[in-house]
């Protein structure tokens, strides 16, 4: 047998080849990565700090922020959540909480002044639920289920507490908006917009009829299926025009065009009969006798899928009431009949999705503008999906420079690479739809466009905008100290961005291999103006201080809010575990083991 030493000093010189091997591979990489920002990628880098710093182009910017947000003072709101799990014997707690920060941007002031407003408990804005299930009713109530269920559904339902805690998130940002008190005119998120509107689609799941929440009573009637289908339509924006005609999931440009009547005359080469209009005859939405060319409702659904989509909405802030403001337990259960079930998490996934939805619908009507920070991720929708896409389509022309990395990985070594580079930076904006949209390769080596698993679209195009930024360089020592990368997306503006989808800009467009046709919004190179983005960067830019050495180049205002929703899980926490007590006293409800251990201790 090997001694110890031996074994610590063959981990050493494993650790040190090891490290070795990185270090060559990233300097390998660093080379292509200057190579590609020297012959074409520096054409998609916007140097934002030299507007920023230049007092007169920072005074033209000012002045466009007060045209966009139609005000001088910028009232934003900062949401962060936190959650957890805690196991006792005999039940199991979930916790999803979410905290708020909320100040004002002085544009008026010389320097910027930011006001934050301090904590109020009457005007407390921070949401949290707190849910205690007993084990027993997490048993399957047949008898005979028990031979041959897995622990599939028990397996989804204890990881609720994550979906809880983005549910909290999204409800308490939608009270900002809804609110006309606060009269916000800015949300930030740490989180990914357009992510979280990727990883809550449980479409596949109501086609397998595998979502409790269908038939929950509200009201005098019951959620259905095409409840829930018309509500995965949403939003929809003719300014955008969306959702768009596609074969993909054309139901939701049906949905779109009878949002507001009962019948139309269509001319979208993509819906047929036997697939798009059979589907919503099925859920009872369209008449037996729509056909390609003439879609009429079902007189007995409604007048138009306007109604459906209301009644969801009142449903979703029914719920998320009940659970956040009244801790309503119950409310998690769905009624039917005479039994009623805990929902899953696919359930609650569907929840975040109608919030996310009814968020950005509000937030076009309040000209509230979203966006979405989050500071990690391994993504390549950047440097490979939408390079790669553009490039196929010709729309770039630039030579494949043979990375395998990140984005995050090769957009981190920029500042070492171009020494004019400062702070903030940022990519042009991209849309949200290249996280779907890749290129493939076919046995004969044929390239084609697709989706996820072929034909998935979503994010729908023309709905979020994507970009990386960096906050963060100092170059008074011999090499840059750098901040992370960060990823911001924001949901895209009815007004300032409909003119610049690729067909209006390019005279070009995207299509799959599924035969859909794809109509992104562009922005090509650091020479097509955005004035949103660039406001957004000003902002951020103006928001983060760099006063935390942990969270460098990361706007303060999350940071805080972190720091809130942190300190509300640990209270929490604390209060849900004194809970135990309760349990105690009663010895049957204790293992052998648990009653030895509390032996042992006295």
């Known amino acids: 047998m090997q001694s110890i030493s031996k074994i610590f000093d063959s981990y050493k010189e494993t650790l040190d080849r090891t490290y070795e091997e990185q270090t060559e591979n990233i300097q390998k990489i660093r080379n292509k990565v200057e190579t590609f920002y020297r012959e074409f990628l520096s054409q998609l880098i916007i140097n934002y700090a030299t507007e920023i710093r230049d007092s007169h182009k920072s005074y033209i910017i000012r002045e466009s922020i007060k045209e966009i947000f139609n005000t001088e003072n910028i009232r934003f709101v900062a949401i962060d959540g936190s959650s957890f799990k805690d196991e006792f014997p005999e039940f199991i707690v979930f916790y999803g909480g979410a905290y708020a920060v909320r100040g004002t941007l002085k544009l008026k002031e010389n320097p910027i002044q930011i ?3 301090k904590w109020n408990i009457k005007y407390d804005k921070s949401i949290v639920a707190y849910i205690p299930i007993p084990y027993l009713e997490l048993d399957i109530e047949n008898s005979e289920d028990m031979f041959f269920a897995t622990d599939q559904e028990k397996t989804d339902f204890l990881s609720i507490h994550n979906q809880l805690m983005q549910l909290a998130e999204i409800y308490l940002a939608y009270t900002f908006v809804k609110n006309p008190d606060t009269d916000v005119n800015l949300l930030l998120l740490d989180n990914s917009l357009s992510s979280i509107y990727l990883s809550n689609d449980v479409m596949h799941k109501l086609s397998k009829n595998n979502l409790k929440i269908v038939g929950y009573k509200f009201r005098r009637t019951n959620l259905s299926s095409a409840d829930i289908f018309i509500s995965y339509a949403m939003p929809i924006n003719e300014n955008l025009d969306i959702p768009s005609c596609k074969n993909f999931r054309g139901e939701f440009y049906i949905i779109r065009k009878l949002f507001d009547k009962s019948e139309f005359q269509n001319n979208c080469p993509f819906i047929k009969r036997e697939k798009h209009i059979k589907r919503l005859i099925d859920l009872g939405v369209l008449a037996e006798d729509s056909n390609e060319s003439l879609i009429k409702i079902n007189p007995a659904f409604g007048e138009n899928t306007r109604e459906s989509w209301e009644f969801v909405k009142d449903f979703y802030e029914y719920i998320c009431e009940e659970l956040f403001v009244n801790r309503n337990i119950k409310v998690l259960k769905a009624k039917k009949e005479d039994k009623e079930e805990w929902l899953s998490s696919d359930d609650i996934r569907f929840l975040i999705s109608i919030g996310i939805r009814t968020l950005i619908e509000e937030s076009w009507k309040k000209n509230v503008f979203i966006v979405g920070i989050a500071k990690d991720s391994s993504s390549k929708y950047f440097t490979r999906n939408y390079l790669g896409v553009m490039r196929q389509i010709d729309i770039y022309d630039f030579e494949p420079p043979g990375i395998v990395a990140s984005d995050r990985l090769i957009l981190e070594m920029l500042p070492f690479i171009d020494s004019t580079l400062t702070s903030p930076w940022s990519t042009v904006e991209f849309d949200s739809v290249f996280m779907s949209l890749h290129l493939t390769k076919d046995e004969e080596e044929k390239i084609h466009i697709e989706g996820l698993r072929g034909d998935i679209i979503v994010p729908q195009e023309r709905l979020f905008l994507r970009s990386l930024s960096q906050f963060y360089i100092n ?43 794809v109509d992104p919004l562009i922005f090509k190179d650091k020479n097509r103006t955005n004035k949103i983005q660039q406001a957004l960067i000003f902002i951020i830019d103006t928001l983060t201080k760099n006063l935390f050495p942990n969270i460098i180049g990361y706007p303060d205002p999350l940071h805080k809010a ?13 209060l849900i575990k004194s809970s135990e007590i309760k349990f105690i006293a009663d010895p049957l409800k204790k293992s052998l083991r648990q009653k030895r251990e509390e032996g042992y201790g006295r």
């Open 562 to 574: 972190d720091w809130g929703a942190k300190s509300m899980n640990k209270k929490i926490r604390n």
């Open 475 to 517: 170059r008074s020592k011999e090499h840059p100290q750098t901040g992370n990368v960060i990823f911001i997306d924001r949901v895209a503006h009815p007004k300032f961005d409909k003119e610049y989808k690729l067909s209006i800009k390019e005279n070009s467009i995207i299509t799959t291999s599924r035969g859909d046709n």
């Open 115 to 117: 006001e934050y407003e």
